[in-house]
Structures are given as structure tokens and as C-alpha cells.
């Protein structure tokens, strides 16, 4: 049995959790409303204040769906209650990040600003050379995150770029002239 899987889910207070047909599952919470297809092949049960996530047989396929299902509904339920953050630091002289309304500035070093607008669902806080996104859907954010990342990636040499808060970025050592 996958370990992943067999764990129930608690729903906590204030949380409601709706499986429709075709194992559509809406989660209501204090932060927002998630909603989400998952595998019909799961059975999904709701019992006494928790959720239980079934495979039919011990195929390979079902194995990998089984954890997969019960961790998509677990970060759903997480995601309405607590929400979910991302921390990038942006590093480099010149560098910078501002905000105005929705729209997030970056001078990342090119011949113009870069602007990128927050998606549905999602905020974007700047403090300083920290970007902090926050939302219900640990999906969005974590995509959000990457796409802001992908402007400039931090490189090995000086470290400029825009990383995770928790990234450690490998350092190589420059060039040494001749004597």
C-alpha cells in the first residue's frame, strides 16, 4: 500500500469538502474556494471529519495515482485554510523589484523594464529585494514563482539573478589572469 496514500485526510473546522461525480472535488475554507478533477479510477470517501482516498487493484499506475490523489486534495485543503507562500530574493547591482497596482517591475539588467501582471488568485509582495507570492493554490504559486524566476536566473560566478529564499546557488570560481 502506498504510505502516502493510505493517511486520511483531516478536514478541519470551517472547512467544507464536496466530491461530486467523475471525483470532482470542491473545497470551501476561510481563505477560498479550490476546486479540481481528480483521477476517477480513486474512490474519494468523506467519513466523521476526514477523507480516505481508495485504489482499486495493486497496478503500477494505480500505485503512482493513489499518493498522488490524496497529496491533491491534502495541498487543496492546506491551501484554503493556511494558503500557500514563495519567497524569491533578488540579487545584483541594479537589480530591483517594484510594485504598482497588480503589475510587478523588474529591472533585471536588459534595456528595458520587465512587467508582469499577477494572475488571478495570486499577490505579490515587495520588500525591498525580497518578492513574496501568496495564494489558495499551491499550483499557481509555485508556477508564478518560476516564471518570475525565469526572467533572470541567478548565475554561478557573482550570484546576481532572482532566486528562492531557500536556493543555494553553486559557486565557480572566475577566471585568474596570467603572471
Known sequence: MSRIGRMPI????????EIAENNKVTVKGPKGELERVLPSE???????GQILVTRPNDLKKMKSLHGLT???????????TDGYTKQLEVN????????SGNKLTLNLGYSHPVVME???GLESVVEGNKITIKGIDKE???QYAAEIRDKRRPEPYKGKGIKYMDEVIRRKVGKTGKK
Open 92 to 99: 545584483g547591482v541594479g537589480y530591483r523589484a517594484a510594485k
Open 140 to 142: 499557481k504559486v509555485g
Open 118 to 120: 499577477d494572475p488571478e
Open 10 to 17: 483531516a478536514v478541519p473546522a470551517g472547512v467544507t469538502v
Open 42 to 48: 480513486m474512490t474519494i470517501k468523506q467519513e466523521d
Open 70 to 80: 490524496r497529496t491533491l486534495i491534502n495541498n487543496m485543503v492546506v491551501g484554503v
